[in-house]
């Protein structure tokens, strides 16, 4: 018998795992897929290259959500973070006005825009989040900035970015406003774990291992329950008994595990209407270095983009550059295959436009399209209030993964929501 049974080894459920496990508790991780990390796998792509699904930034660095969590445990994270960030906006590079430097010195803001823009974030930072939760950020942006610049800037540079959210007039600006001031408070950027999230994921699966064990390729037929009780989950048929089950999967997949008819409907109906981030990305493995920008942004097609390597040399041959692009889109562009490709290549072709040395120094690439990026898209119908907490209706199931209360967006999510799990199951034994 286990005391707790964890059913995902993505972030959440390998962080909910750690903590459990060095809290004592006899824990298992099952894992339907044949490595752990879900949406935050990490493996050598092609030989010599380290890559992540993705661009995986950690939002503050060593001060964010997954350095919490190994602070938790006592580890720590190697976090490296970006020296230069670029803009290409009207063909044109510029700094990556992300702080208040680099904002007051951008040629993007004339002398009014920059006193709009600076009384406009005083508002932001004052305010208390959870009164904006239901407020779409366009309502927001349109009442307090008269400048169609400044307002492209908050929304679409700068809410883009930190929220990967494509509808400004669904966006919620109490979600915008809480992760900007968690930002400003921790006076960190963005940064990249060294060795990439095979890190996180492997240092997070021994901690589990010493007091309990991970197995994958291991498909749950479905969580047991009696008289409105976990008992434990099946797997291929073999019955795994506990009395605590932790779903560490998007919430719109649960009812592929346990029976909806178990939760009331507008609670079963919420959790699987939840709507994700989508959009597209491509890796590349260079043949030579083509952007000194460590990271770098494009307004048109909009793109994020990340040269890994030249923050972290050991996740690319040496002499070879490893790079990521990104771009946040509508769903029924990803949901459209023909339409997605054609979003690739306006950006590869936009790609050979920023960096000239691109196109001959190509030497391996990976498209991906993907219809779920965030598990929650941070709407003002899906805000942290309105997202679900770890407990459940059910007795013994709890909740943990980027489709929780939990705080940030996306990976922040997973690992506010794991230790958030795990500090409810604590106090519940």
């Given amino acids: 018998m286990w005391d707790v049974i964890i059913v995902g080894a993505g972030v959440a459920g390998l962080s909910t795992g750690a903590i459990l496990a060095r809290e004592g508790l006899r824990t298992l991780v099952v894992e339907r897929a044949f490595m752990v990390g879900g949406r935050g796998k990490c493996f050598e792509y092609k030989k010599g290259y380290l890559v992540d699904y993705g661009i995986h930034a950690l939002r503050m660095a060593d001060e964010g959500a997954a350095a919490s969590v190994f602070r938790k445990l006592g580890e720590s994270l190697e976090v490296v973070e970006p020296e230069e960030s670029g803009l290409y906006h009207q063909g044109e590079w510029s700094e990556l006005p992300l702080s208040v430097n680099a904002i007051t010195s951008s040629p993007l803001f004339s002398k009014e825009d920059l006193d709009e823009l600076m009384k406009g974030l005083t508002e932001l930072l004052g305010a208390k989040p959870e009164e904006y939760w239901d407020v779409p950020l366009k309502d927001w942006a349109e009442r307090v900035f008269k400048s169609e610049n400044v307002r ?8 883009k970015l930190l929220l990967i959210t494509v509808d400004m007039s669904e966006t919620s600006t109490g979600e915008f406003f ?13 940064g990249y774990v060294v060795g990439g999230w095979k890190t996180i994921t492997d240092r997070l699966t ?91 942004m494009c307004s048109d097609p909009w793109m994020t983009g990340a040269a890994t390597s030249n923050m972290d040399p050991s996740v690319a041959p040496r002499g070879e550059q490893l790079l990521t692009v990104f771009s946040v889109l509508p769903s029924d562009v990803v949901l459209d295959k023909e339409r997605a490709k054609a979003e690739i290549s306006r950006i590869e072709e936009k790609l050979g436009e920023m960096f000239p040395k691109f196109k001959g120094n190509v030497r391996w690439r990976r498209p991906l399209i993907l219809r779920m990026v965030d598990g929650a898209a941070l709407t003002v119908t899906q805000s942290q209030d309105k997202r679900p907490s770890p407990e459940t209706p059910l007795k013994g199931l709890y909740l943990a993964s980027d489709t929780c209360n939990g705080r940030g967006a996306g990976g922040d999510i997973a690992y506010n929501s794991a230790m958030k799990c795990a500090e409810v199951i604590l106090k519940s034994r």
């Fill in 178 to 190: 809480d992760l900007v001031q968690a930002f400003v408070k921790s006076g960190k950027g963005a």
């Fill in 152 to 159: 492209w800037f908050i929304q679409e540079l700068l809410a």
């Fill in 206 to 296: 021994e901690i589990i291992e010493e007091n309990g064990e991970v197995r994958t390729k291991a498909k749950v037929d479905g969580v047991l329950v009696k008289e409105r009780r976990v008992k434990g989950v099946s797997i291929r048929g073999e019955k795994l008994v506990a009395d605590t089950v932790v779903a560490a999967i998007p919430v719109q997949h649960l009812f592929s595990v346990v029976d909806r008819n178990l939760f009331p409907n507008d609670y079963a109906e919420k959790l699987s209407s939840m709507k994700p981030t989508m959009g597209v990305s491509i890796d590349y493995g260079l043949s030579g270095r083509i952007s000194e920008y460590d990271t770098f």
